[in-house]
């Protein structure tokens, strides 16, 4: 059984090859790919995938062209997953990804080496998790200015901010920390009162409340 139909957008044809035989290999299938966004667009019209995975910087400009194509497929297919890929932190960028709820990610290219994170990260986005590189966590995280409410956040309560960041939930969490869940359960519950930010059950809405307010300090 496939874990989920996708299609993959990307103009530098070895790596997109390359991520066609991961997935291939780890139980997905790659039913469409794509040199460019309008290729990408008329592929997922006549597709309809469960995932695309796209290049950030794609012909002809090699600017925007994969953040253009992921906000037209989120308006015309709001169910499908996407995943994109950038060769840097873009902090602008992926945080006007990010705004579009949930089932999507933003993930640096050097994160695709590590085959079982990767691969980890596409099943939790089409759970319908937000997925936010750590690399960008640590960018944000870093700059925060000295009256920075971050500051109010002890050491263990940063590493929690950085895995609810990442879209993983309280028991998810708990595993990567090894601590129970009631405890990261108190954690987030501080975070969220430090940062001045209201407690939800939707836990993609909490990772992107937690982001955009880093994003604007």
């Avoid at 705004?99 to 980890?120: C, H, M, P, Q």
């Avoid at 596409?122 to 700059?143: F, N, Q, W, Y």
């Avoid at 200015?145 to 998810?172: F, I």
Wanted: charged content about 30%.
């Amino acid at each position: 059984m496939s874990m989920g139909r996708v299609v993959l957008a990307d103009d530098d044809i070895l790596l997109r090859e390359g991520l066609a035989s991961l997935l291939e290999r780890s139980g997905y299938e790659v039913v469409g790919q794509a040199g460019d966004g309008t290729q990408l667009t008329d592929l997922v019209r006549k597709l309809l995938p469960d995932l695309v995975v796209i290049d950030i910087r794609m012909p002809p400009t090699h600017s925007v062209e994969g953040l253009d194509a992921a906000r037209l497929i989120r308006q015309e297919f709001p169910e499908t997953g996407i995943l994109v890929l950038s060769a840097h932190v873009e902090t602008h960028q992926a945080m006007e990804l990010l705004a579009g709820g949930s089932r999507i990610g933003y993930l640096l290219k050097s994160r695709v080496t590590d085959v079982e994170e990767f691969v980890d990260t596409l099943g939790r986005i089409l759970k319908g998790a937000s997925i936010v590189d750590p690399g960008l966590v640590h960018e944000l995280v870093s700059a925060h200015r000295v009256d920075d409410p971050l500051a109010r956040l002890s050491a263990r309560e940063r590493e929690v901010l950085a895995q609810m960041a990442e879209g993983r939930s309280n028991a998810g969490i708990a595993r990567r920390l090894f601590v129970s869940e009631g405890t990261v359960e108190k954690h987030v519950r501080s975070i969220l009162a430090k940062l001045d930010l209201e407690e939800t059950d939707e836990d993609h809405r909490r990772v992107l409340a937690v982001i955009a307010f880093l994003d604007a300090h």
